[in-house]
């Protein structure tokens, strides 16, 4: 199955499954948290270290556990997301619906954009500004509930202010993952253990005593548990290869399907400004699809001679193993860029620049089906040829200013010969 494919399907997979977790937490009204998710979290325990041995990662767990800088991201990271979405979810319906816990909460994709630039240093395009700016006047309808000039005034303002700020959270918590690019066996199982401790802590400082759950309570535990390590897992998949704005602009949809399964499990009314809400969200999607230039690299060592657009495209070999896959692990990303076949001179002569290590067009045997992803994302066609980049950021910019420094000379060296010809030189 091609990456992009996969990408998509464990997107819509993950949409699909997370949006039932909101209406599931109803049930759990009235049980101790804290022993909740202990339980849930103890038994992902065994379920993500399977896959970790299953694919072959468990001494690269153990390299994991001596690497104190990427494990303290990785336990923020899983604490920022499972705890904002699960638990503080769960508190915030004891005072408002889940249909309204759930819009807040989907507010993460909007508020991500105050760390992209900082941490993930993509840029954002004037569409994708537009296709955000429509999703948040859905999610401002549902947070009126359906009266925009009475946000101020709206009921339950604290637990409201509440569960904005669990959207910022868990908006970090999106962003380091694709910032560290952890891996996602790794990631999860470390996380199962530290959301166990994090919970255990707390259940023993509340004072409280286990108790026996019904049947209900037990099918949301077993059903947290699972989703905790698959639909996370591909929702990271996506998230680590798509553009970040795709993923996040189809997850707003996750609250009018919230709306759904709350009719449906709870016989929770869907209300006519929750369609509106589906429908402004649909039309942002549809903008940002238009989308070519959106989450592209922002050069920050450049001299301004990289003139062409840059994509960071590591997500697409997060899995590799050999040259490419150690680079990642030891912290380097793979920028790319595409140009014109007149210039793939230039990418042949800085190939062999001993300065430079680790260039790619694509063309090479081990990167197979990786090759075509990144043309897609690109939006590169026949006429272009692809230049592939791994390694530090500032090897990687180094070297990306110099391929764009030949290409300026020569466009330069073009224009002036232009103007001498029409007799204009000197004008």
């Known amino acids: 199955m091609e990456i992009k494919t996969r990408a998509y399907i464990y997107l819509f997979a993950s949409l699909f499954i997370g949006s039932i977790t909101p209406a599931l937490m109803l049930l759990t009204q009235g049980t101790n948290a804290f022993e909740f998710f202990l339980i849930a979290s103890l038994i992902s325990i065994p379920i993500s270290l399977a896959l970790v041995v299953r694919n072959g990662k468990l001494e690269l767990l153990k390299g994991m556990l001596r690497e104190r800088k990427r494990l303290f991201y990785i336990i923020l990271a899983g604490l920022l997301i499972f705890v904002t979405y699960e638990y503080g979810i769960a508190l915030a319906e004891h005072y408002i619906s889940a249909s309204l816990a759930t819009v807040l909460f989907r507010l993460n994709p909007l508020l991500m954009l105050i760390f992209l630039p900082l941490l993930l240093r993509e840029r ?132 009018f399907l919230t709306f759904v399964w709350a009719n449906l499990l709870f016989n929770e009314p869907i209300k006519v400004y929750y369609l509106a809400i589906a429908a402004l969200v649909g039309v942002g999607i549809l903008i940002q699809r238009t989308d070519t230039e959106g989450g592209s690299y922002i050069m920050k060592n450049s001299n301004g001679f990289a003139n062409f657009t840059i994509f960071d495209v590591t997500g697409a070999f997060a899995n590799q193993d050999g040259e490419i896959g150690g680079i990642i692990m030891s912290g380097g990303r793979v920028l790319a860029t595409k140009l014109p076949m007149e210039n793939a001179h230039y990418v042949d002569s800085i190939s062999f620049d001993p300065r430079f290590a680790n260039v790619y067009t694509g063309d090479e045997a081990f990167i197979g089906e990786q090759a075509e992803f990144v043309r897609d994302v690109l939006g590169a066609n026949s006429d272009d040829v692809v230049v592939m980049k791994a390694g530090t950021d500032a090897d990687n910019e180094r070297f990306f200013d110099e391929l764009g420094s030949m290409v300026s000379e020569e466009r330069a060296a073009a224009v002036s010969e232009a103007r001498r010809s029409t007799g204009m030189d000197g004008i």
């Not at 549902?142 to 009266?147: E, M, R, V, Y």
């Not at 962003?175 to 707390?202: E, H, P, R, Y």
């Not at 286990?210 to 990271?236: D, H, K, P, R």
Request: overall charge neutral; hydrophobic content about 65%.
């Open 124 to 255: 954002l395009s004037a569409k994708q500004a537009a296709a955000l700016v429509v999703a948040f006047v859905g999610v401002l309808i549902g947070f009126t509930g359906g009266n925009v000039a009475n946000i101020f005034a709206a009921a339950n303002f604290p637990i409201v202010a509440f569960a904005v700020g669990l959207a910022l959270l868990y908006a970090l918590g999106n962003v380091i993952i694709k910032w560290q690019m952890l891996d996602n066996d790794i990631f999860l199982c470390i996380s199962s253990f530290a959301l166990t401790a994090f919970f255990g802590v707390l259940f023993v400082f509340s004072g409280a005593h286990f108790v026996q759950f019904g049947l209900a309570e037990i099918v949301v535990i077993l059903w947290v548990a699972v989703t905790n390590v698959f639909s996370f897992y591909m929702y990271m998949y996506a998230f680590k290869t798509l553009k970040t704005t795709m993923v996040t602009n189809s997850f707003l949809l996750s609250p």
